[in-house]
């Protein structure tokens, strides 16, 4: 299995552009997670899709940021627009059902 | 509130000396606790799932145990590639799968 897949691996962009992050699950896990890690405030969750359906997104900063999964095989992050605050690393997980969270590489993210 | 705690922050150990790392918890009731290894540059690795206290995982030379309020992962005669952030989660019953996780604690271990 290649597991959760994430691209880009590194993104730069200037404030006030918008930046969509990708993942791909691992095949035949229905809970899909966005997290974002920064040294001083660790791994934050921002989003938690089961079934391909939002079912908490009480920890997205604002309406900045938004997620959305089409299908079980894809989901999208999109800032728009992005902020310096916004760098950090972003991860996606997949667990099937309640069960581990399997981790992509992440997503490095710098606003300038 | 439901909180985790991961204890010390970072820790030092010579190739060889065995050592243990903590996780306490406070939650209205447990379903799972997990720990994870990262590498810099690296999303988290899973390692272990405990259920219930008294259960214990091993591999290699990493053992983690549980109790009611707090696990612990044990180290023995670890090498420098067991140098890493270790983390600890906790799955609250009715939570609809999300995990509070604790801060880390960094292992060094030089040769």
């Known amino acids: 299995d290649a597991g959760v897949i994430q691209s880009p691996r590194h993104e730069v962009t200037e404030m006030g552009q918008e930046v969509t992050l990708r993942c791909k699950p691992i095949s035949g896990h229905n809970s899909l997670f966005w997290y974002r890690q920064t040294m001083m405030r660790g791994l934050e969750l921002l989003i938690y899709?089961?079934?391909?359906?939002?079912?908490?997104d009480s920890g997205m900063p604002e309406d900045r940021f938004s997620a959305k999964m089409p299908n079980a095989s894809f989901s999208t992050l999109k800032i728009q627009p992005s902020e310096p605050r916004d760098s950090a690393v972003y991860f996606c997980?997949?667990?099937?059902?309640?069960?581990?969270?399997?981790f992509g590489p992440g997503t490095r993210l710098t606003v300038l | 509130e439901d909180q985790v705690t991961q204890s010390p922050e970072a820790l030092r150990l010579q190739e060889g000396e065995s050592s243990s790392l903590n996780c306490s918890y406070t939650?209205?009731?447990?379903?799972?606790l997990f720990w994870y290894r990262q590498d810099p540059g690296k999303g988290p690795e899973f390692l272990f799932t405990?259920?219930?206290?008294?259960e214990e995982k091993e591999k290699e030379r990493l053992k983690a145990t549980l109790t009611k309020k707090e696990s612990f992962l044990h180290i023995t005669a670890p090498k420098p590639e067991d140098s890493a952030t270790y983390l600890c989660?906790?799955?609250?019953?009715?939570?609809?799968?999300?995990?509070?996780w604790g801060a880390g604690t960094k292992l060094i271990i030089k040769p």
């Open positions: 997980a997949s667990s099937l059902e309640g069960n581990e969270q399997f």
């Open positions: 899709f089961n079934n391909n359906v939002p079912i908490d």
């Open positions: 939650v209205s009731g447990l379903r799972g």
């Open positions: 405990l259920y219930s206290a008294g």
């Open positions: 989660a906790v799955q609250v019953l009715g939570s609809n799968y999300q995990l509070i």
